[in-house]
Each structure stands twice: as C-alpha cells, then as structure tokens.
C-alpha cells in the first residue's frame, strides 16, 4: 500500500505559539469561558440582590419575556416565524408541533451547550426530559429556575390559550434535581387540562410530576451530548445538524440565554445608580487575579498552549496566547498587531467582540473582560503588567498587554 | 421506571395488538393535480404510480440524484388526475417536486393545514369503523381509498396504517375535527395516549421504518430492492446512481438490532455501534417493543463485518447488542 500523501487535515483553533487545540476541545472551552462569564456576572446579581426568591423570580419573569419577545409581532409573522423553525427541523404536524415546540427547542439547545441527556418521553400531554450532566452547575440554581420559564414561553408562543398572552397551558417541574451539585436533571412538562393541574408561579416549577417518571439507569447515562459523542446532534425527528452547526450556535447564543437575558434583570436590581457597573469590575478582577494563583495553573496553561520555554515567566505573550485562546474557541476573529517581550496588542472589530449574537451586542463583555484579564495577568505574568482595552467605543478595539502602573488597582 | 414498566405505553400497545386503538396521526400529505400530475410522480418516484388504479394507494420512494432515500410515502390516487402524497414533513416535498415541475401541466400544494387525520387500528378496527360509518366499509381492500360519511360529516377512509395490524385511516376536514374526535371517543375504542407506541414500537415490531431510518439509503440497502425494477421502468430521478449502486454492491445493511440489557434508555438516533471496539454503523432507534418483550431497534451496518447474529455494542456506554433481522413479529 501506498504511503499517504500528506496527514489528515484536523479542524482546530491554532494558539499563539502553532499548537492546534482540536476542535471538539475548543468547543468545550469555549463553553466553559461562556458558563464562566455567566457565573461572574450571576455573583454580581447576589451581591446586589441578596433574596434568593426576589431575584430568581425577577431573572424568571425577564427570560420569560425575553423569550415570547424573540418571536412576538402579529399571528401572521409568529406563524412565520414558527414554520421557519419547523422548516429548519422538518418537523412534522403529526406530533402536534405547536403543541411541544418548547420541547424541541430545549432539546437542540441543551444538547448544544453539551447538557447531555435525551428526551425520554415525548407524547400529547407530556414531554419528559432527562440531563444526565451539565456544565452549567457552576452558575446557580437561579439559572436553573430560569430556563423553566423560557420553556413557559417557548410553549406558551407556539400554543398558548390567546395569541400574545402568557396562559402557562402547561406546569413545568424539576422533579429530581433542584439545584446545582446533583448531575441529574429530569425536567417533567405537562399538560394542565390532561392531568388536572394548576397555573405555576415562577418559583412553582420544583414539584413532583404527575405522572411516573422514565428513568436511565445510573450506568447508561451519558457524559457528554451527542455532538461529542457521535459527531452530530440528532433531533427526534431524525434532522441532523453538525458538531460545527452545534459550536457555532453555543458561540452566539450561548451569550444571549446566560448572560444577555438574566442581565436586563440584574441591571434593574441595582438600588443605587451606578452600583452595577462598580459592581462587575470588581467581580470580574477577582475572578481573573484567582485564576492563576497556583503554580501549577501557569504551568498547565503553558503546557496547554505549548509556549516554548524561551518565553520567559514574566513576559506578556503567555498573557496574549491565553487571551488568543479564549477568543480563538470563542470564535472571534482578531488580528494581532504586536506579540512580543515589550508587549502584545490584539484587534478586534468591536461588533465582533460585543455582538456575539449579532441583533445582542452586550458591551458588558468589553468590560467583564477588560477586568478579568487585568486581574488575571497579574498572577499568570506579573503585577507589573496590566490589560486594557483602548478604542471602546470606536469600530475596532485593541486589547494591550502592557507595562502601567496602576495607582488605583481595584 | 423503564419503557417496559409503563402500563398507560403497554396498555396502548396491547390495545391495537389484540383489540382496537384510535389516534390523532396527521402525516403531512401533498396534494398533486393536473394532466402531467402522473408523469411528474413517476418521475420522482421509484415505483411505477401509473399502474396505480383509481381509489387505489401504492407505497414507494423518493430518491435523490445519488440514488439516496429523501422519504418513503404512500402515493395515494384519489382520480385519474389527482394524487395525495404521504409524507413525514411537506414543505420539502412541494420544494422536491417544484425543482422537477418545469414545463409540467400540473399544480401541487402541502394541504396538511386543511386536513386532519385520526387511524383506527387493530384486529377489532372494522367492527368500530362500521359502527361509526354511515355506510359499512368492511369490505374495503388494502391499501383502497373511498368517498364515506360520518355522522353525516364527509370524510375520506382507506385500508392502512403503521401498525402492522387491520386498520382504517380517516381523513376530514381540520374544521370537522372536533366532532369526529367526540364520535369517536363515544366509540367502543382505546384512545391511545402514548406517542412512541404509535410512531415507534408497534411500527418497529412489524418492520416499518420511518423516514430518517432509510434516510440516505439507497432502496437496495433498506431492503426495498423489490421495489426497484429497472428492467421495466424508464428515467426517474437517481436511476443512474441506482444502477451504479446495484453494480458496486450495498455499502450498508439496514438490520435490526436487540439490546441485551434491561433497558435502552441511553440510546440515541446516530449513536455508533462498535463491533469488538471498532465502529460498524450507527444506530438509527430504539424502543421497547411491548408485544415482543424486548429492547429492539434499527441500525446500518457494515454488510460484510455484520451478518445477522453478529455481537456489537451501541453507545457510549458499551450497551451489549446482537444483530437481527429488522422485523419482530
């Protein structure tokens, strides 16, 4: 047999220094940077808001209407806008497709943001769905309550009682795990006309459910989705959608659902004008400053992105590959414009970096990391060496790994 | 509590298996009329619908240009120039034959919104279909069609179903549904509740696959070659990849599969099947079939590292399986 003509072609975010993290890695990454800005941005929400209830039920009721929001206008254009959904998944009248479309939906976004498990039952009156993992615990159980009311809305828009009203046709129960630290999650939805059950409140959603539950046994669940396992999400209705299909669409709304939405809310608790955006620096530069207080984690990160050992500890690429990285699986598109000993200057198109999702640009990325990686780069480089971000408001921004003396450092 | 253990699923099994059951079963159906109606479909489709008498249905399937499967459906004529298409999603299949139409003297529409459709089935169907009809329909051969009456609503009943078993479909109006729904809940029959038993365990029991099952196939791989005659038929969209596919052999076998545990519940639609740790196929579904008593399902082998009784595992949890012919009972 012949020799190959060349090695295989693997897909993958090249680092700084040529390393190729392959691509299923990146996406896991990617995911975590996401769930970790979510987190961040949730423990300012506590710090301004210390009722658990208060706060979940506020976070509830923004993603709830953010939700019916994303496809509101009149019966004609919800109608479009549903059958592009259908048309996108092929999925059929028979099922009742108005009827579980929450379903469906949650189903290709969870399996996106690699919170494994399936739909086990999915009939007339009653879909049940079974997360075997989710690399979402590390935000809070408000997240958790949260998603039952975007699953309220997304079946409320597609089949609510009146067209533009929240009727809540449906109660909705995380019967097995109610918070974070337990992997399995059963989410049990159920029709209230079918099984003689009462309207919800936002804080209602953690009863038992009607009917018994299909469970997995502990040793055929699963610990990752299917776009890990087999390459490709597969949705009930056999339509295939690719692992790139699945990274692309955690890149975007991973943004929106965690952290764009929960942020109408949490802007609003503030009691003092002012007292977020003096809030969220402060959270964020922890974070970063705790990243790399171990010495084993400035090794492993070097190890990770491969940085010869020419380059030096306290030098500012090991700061700008990190950052390469991040944005890199996150993917962004940047261009660098300096990366050496004196420092590392990064462009990048502010549309891109605010605007994951295009029609949400969230400027609070801008400054969440801005704070983030100056705290970061204090314990991963040195604290002689600073992030900031210049050009904030204009079409391109550059991030710049410098030397400053910073007489204020919060 | 496994699939196995669901009384309301087993119920509803046993209900068609050995009386009667009734559900809510729209597929999506294409309405096709016009002089070039007949030509157009055999076109598209693999089996020669010409030879298909009026008030008569014929099964088929549609290819694409790589001889793969895009659906199996029944072709459905209702008069010399007017067909009803089954299919499992319409919109693709309007845009299908709006690509193939150029020239034609024919018009096509997805009527699935306009019409609603409710199938009785199991070996008692016949006695209820008569109680509920104007006019007695037992004599109705399979696969027929016909003009009937409900409660004084018309309807359309014809012979068929997805169960394997007796049974009657019928189609009506979307603004007749109410009432057809309250004649039949007062009829002598188990309103099935459980949507997997319909769509999947008594079908997959009997053999009959869905749409994403054959998906990509070609008809030889998904055990439809009798289906295909190119001695008799002419063009038709993927002939020329059918006739290169019949001379290179099958690259997969579309088999049955049984799961050797307790349970399946971990097994997707795609998940790989490994035969001693090397990936053979992938499966297609599972389910619990309540009248075999088994964990059964579809998967697409390797034909040559796979023949029936072959040992594999499914998923990522190493789930022990065997390969079987993909019919139960």
Not at chain 1, 221 to 225: G, P
């Given at each position: 047999m012949a020799l190959k003509q060349r090695v295989d072609l693997h897909r993958g975010v090249e680092t700084a220094f040529g390393k190729v993290i392959p691509e299923k890695e990146a996406y896991s990454f990617c995911l975590r940077t996401i769930a970790a800005f979510s987190a961040n941005i949730f423990q300012v929400m506590r710090i301004l808001n210390d009722d658990w209830e208060d706060r979940t039920a506020r976070i509830c009721e923004t993603a709830n209407m953010m939700n019916c929001a994303a496809c509101s206008g009149s019966e004609g254009q919800l109608q479009q806008y549903l059958n592009a959904f259908y048309d996108e998944w092929n999925i059929p009248e028979f099922v009742d497709r108005e009827a579980w479309i929450g379903a469906i939906w949650g189903d290709y976004g969870d399996e996106a943001e690699d919170m494994a498990g399936r739909v086990i039952q999915f009939t007339r009156n009653r879909v049940e769905k079974e997360l075997d993992s989710c690399p979402w615990d590390i935000v809070g159980s408000e997240m958790c309550n949260m998603t039952t009311a975007m699953f309220t809305a997304n079946f409320d828009i597609a089949a609510g009682g009146e067209h533009g009203k929240i009727t809540n046709d449906v109660a909705l129960n995380m019967c097995e795990a109610r918070g974070c630290g337990d992997p399995h999650c059963r989410v049990v939805a159920e029709r209230l006309d079918a099984f003689g059950l009462h309207h919800q409140g936002w804080l209602d959603h953690r009863g038992e459910s009607a009917a018994p539950v299909h469970d997995t046994p502990l040793e055929r669940?699963?610990?990752?989705?299917q776009g890990l396992r087999n390459g490709q999400y597969t949705q009930t209705f056999g339509e295939e959608h690719s692992f790139e299909w699945q990274y692309n669409w955690v890149a975007q709304m991973g943004w929106v659902w965690s952290i764009s939405f929960p942020l109408i809310a949490i802007r609003d608790m503030e009691k003092n004008d002012g007292d977020f955006d003096r809030v969220l620096p402060i959270v964020f530069s922890t974070a970063g400053k705790n990243h790399f207080v171990d010495p084993f984690a400035r090794e492993g990160l070097r190890a990770w992105l491969d940085i010869p050992r020419e380059v030096g500890d306290n030098d500012p690429r090991v700061m700008g590959a990190y950052i390469g990285a991040i944005m890199g699986c996150q993917l962004v598109p940047f261009e660098w414009e300096a990366f050496d000993s004196d420092g590392v200057t990064i462009k990048v198109s502010t549309d891109d970096f605010n605007g994951r999702f295009p029609m949400a640009p969230l400027d609070e990325i801008t400054a969440g990391y801005e704070a983030e990686w100056n705290g970061a780069v204090k314990t991963l480089v040195s604290p002689e060496w600073s992030v900031w971000i210049d050009g904030k408001d204009d079409e391109y921004q550059f991030i710049q790994i410098g030397r400053k003396i910073d007489t204020h450092m919060v | 509590m496994l699939f196995k253990d669901d009384e309301v699923a087993r119920a509803d099994a046993l209900a068609v298996r050995k009386d009667s059951g009734w559900y809510r079963w729209t597929h999506d159906t294409v309405d096709v009329t016009g002089a070039d109606s007949t030509a157009l479909l055999d076109k598209l489709l693999v089996n020669t619908v010409a030879q298909c008498n009026v008030g008569r249905e014929k099964y088929t399937t549609m290819l694409d240009d790589s001889g793969g499967i895009i659906d199996d459906l029944m072709a459905i004529r209702l008069e010399e120039n007017h067909w009803w298409l089954s299919t499992l999603y319409g919109p693709q299949m309007v845009r299908w034959l709006g690509e193939h139409a150029e020239g034609c003297d024919v018009a096509f529409s997805d009527i699935t919104p306009e019409i609603d459709m409710f199938s009785v089935q199991g070996p008692r169907s016949a006695e209820v279909m008569d109680k509920l009809l104007d006019a007695p329909v037992d004599e109705l051969k399979r696969f027929q069609i016909v003009d009937a009456s409900i409660g004084g609503i018309s309807v359309r009943v014809d012979r068929g179903g997805f169960t394997g078993e007796l049974g009657y479909e019928i189609y009506c109006s979307r603004s007749d549904s109410d009432q057809i729904l309250k004649l039949l809940r007062d009829a002598d029959s188990r309103e099935l509740q459980t949507l997997e038993v319909f769509v999947r365990s008594l079908p997959m029991e009997k053999g009959m696959a869905l749409r994403q099952d054959y998906h990509h196939l070609t008809p030889f791989e998904a055990n439809l070659g009798w289906s295909v005659h190119l001695d008799k038929k002419g063009d038709f969209v993927g002939r020329a990849a059918l006739e290169k596919a019949q001379e290179v052999g099958p690259r997969y076998a579309f088999v049955g599969v049984e799961i050797e545990r307790e349970s399946y519940e971990d097994i997707c639609q795609n998940e790989i099947v490994r035969k001693r740790g090397i990936p053979v196929g992938k499966c297609r579904q599972m389910i619990y079939g309540y009248t075999v008593g088994k964990n059964i399902g579809y998967a697409i082998v390797d034909p040559k590292r796979c023949p029936l009784g072959t040992k594999v595992t499914i998923g990522p949890n190493d789930s022990p399986a065997v390969i079987v012919a993909p019919k139960w009972c």
């Open positions: 669940r699963v610990k990752h989705a | -």
